[in-house]
């Protein structure tokens, strides 16, 4: 039997969803991303998945600007691999979602792999006041959104960030069909191996958070990418960590982070990204597995080195 691999851990330290009403620990300004990536790097992630707050209001911003404040701080605080969004916050265009990924020529850029619903409105009805005018109006907004990546935005980001940058991709599939997406690709010519697939449980528009459903995409996914690919989970919400344990225990990858889940336990917000970190840490302690490092996690991947960045 195959040796059990290591488990990649990457943070998804604030996300373009969450919105500051919602948690006193989200870090929105570029000091809390920066100090809050650093921590879950301490802490065991050896993958920060990046999206930009603007510092004032909290609200998903893709001002490169902005990003340069924080990237460069975490570069020089630690090894961890950095992975900028190119979803960036719902409603904005593709040129926008790709801007700060552009400038700063990542190892790593997640890339959504369909069009879809996103529906984030049920947030509205657990608060009763808000921090800010946008944020009710940002959820609301999602009743009548369609989270656009055709086929020909993909192709424009995996030509334009992957082909002249050398970036490699999270390749986030919320549904069976987005796999077949991938596999359209990589027929292509356009994804070529090894690849990192990040499976999505739990979004509203997406495949609903069951066990079932992550054994069949993984299943399939088998079937499609043998040994090519490399896969993770993340769950919204209180799935996060069973589906980021489950995934570890077929042998996969997972992510947490305050973009995912804003919670360390039933009804408990989590105080920071890192304590999601050493909370599923000690839960693979106790299952007897060990976290990657980030130089592990780069030649699984095959990413260009932290060096070869523009930050
Ligand atoms: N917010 C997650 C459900 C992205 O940044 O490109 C997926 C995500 C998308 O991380
Ligand atoms: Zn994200």
Known sequence: MAKNKNVIV?????????????SPYLPVTPQQIAEQSIAAAEAGASIIHLHARDPETGKPTPDPEVFMQFLPVIKQSSNAVVNISTGGGLGMTLEQRLAAAMRAKPEMASLNMGSMNFGIFPLLQKYDSWQHDWEPAFLEMTKDFI???TFKDI?????????????????????????????????????????????IFGILGGVGADL????????????????????????????????????????????????????????????????????????????????????????RLALKGGDMVGF
């Open 155 to 199: 192709e424009y980001v995996l030509r334009h960030l992957g082909e002249e940058h050398g970036t490699k991709f999270e390749m986030e599939c919320y549904d069976l069909g987005h796999l077949y997406n991938v596999a359209h690709f990589v027929d292509a010519g356009l994804i070529k191996p090894p690849f990192f697939i990040q499976m």
């Open 212 to 299: 079932d459903n992550l054994t069949h995409m993984h299943s399939v996914a088998n079937k499609l990418f043998g040994d090519d690919y490399e896969w993770s989970v993340l769950a919204a919400g209180r799935h996060q960590m069973p589906f980021g344990s489950t995934a570890a225990a077929l042998g996969g990858n997972l992510r947490v982070g305050l973009e995912d889940s804003l919670y360390i336990s039933r009804g408990e917000l989590a105080q920071s990204n890192a304590d999601q970190v050493r909370k599923i840490r000690r839960i693979l302690d106790d299952l007897s597995f060990t976290v990657a490092t980030p130089e592990e996690a780069r030649a």
């Open 147 to 149: 989270f656009r990546n």
């Open 10 to 22: 990457t943070c998804a330290v604030t996300g373009g969803i969450h919105t500051p009403t919602m």
